[in-house]
């Protein structure tokens, strides 16, 4: 026991020592599609930090889009959302990927424009669109991945209506990729989530959440 115990603790020390100081956000790895039927579910408080590695498909023959949905609950008014999508760099390969995505819930807008999917009853909607492929986008490097990343469209409020919210990312160009989804601002790590990023961080400083070389 006290030798697993020293094991875990060297294993953690060599984390904090050659990840970067400032911690980002809790990183998950897409293990399945997160469907309008199943959402990936924030289980905990939206406030805390998470990055999705994701992947949006594109089917030529079915030329429906792919879209991922993630899902939670306010509880507690009023609350301060934030949301986000990036995009990896890799070489060019995503210059002409610029996913957008959507918060649907109670309170919001009616929508303004078709959109590739249904508004559930009683549900509004502010869509965040990125720019048309081909147009310049910001890039920054991101220490947390080690890479660099393009910077896409940002949500930042404050919702003042308790319920259920989703959160929609698509590709209105259908040319796929990797994505990110950010969902949170508070970068909090409670013991599970330290042990998530002391398992995937290696892996996405490896690549090993990309789909392309």
Known sequence: MKRLRLFIFVIISSFLFFM?????????????????????????????????????????VNPATDIDVYQ?????????????????????FYANFTPWFALVGPGLPPPNQTLPFEIPEG???????????????????????????????????TINITGTYSVYYWDPYQKGGDYVAVLGYKEQFPPIDFLRALINTPLIRHDKELHVP
């Open 20 to 60: 970067p100081t400032v911690l980002a956000h809790v990183p998950y790895l897409e293990r399945r599609d997160s469907t309008i039927e199943e959402p990936f579910k924030v289980r905990r408080s939206i406030t805390q930090s998470i990055a999705v590695y994701s992947w949006l498909e594109t089917d030529w």
């Open 72 to 92: 939670f609950n306010i509880q507690d008014k009023p609350l301060q959302i934030f949301l986000e999508v990036i995009v990896p760099v890799c070489d060019g």
């Open 123 to 157: 549900c509004g909607v502010i869509i965040k669109a990125d720019a048309p492929p081909g147009s310049p986008r910001d890039q920054f490097y991101e220490l947390f991945g080690g890479k660099s990343y393009y910077q896409g469209p940002r949500f930042d409020e």
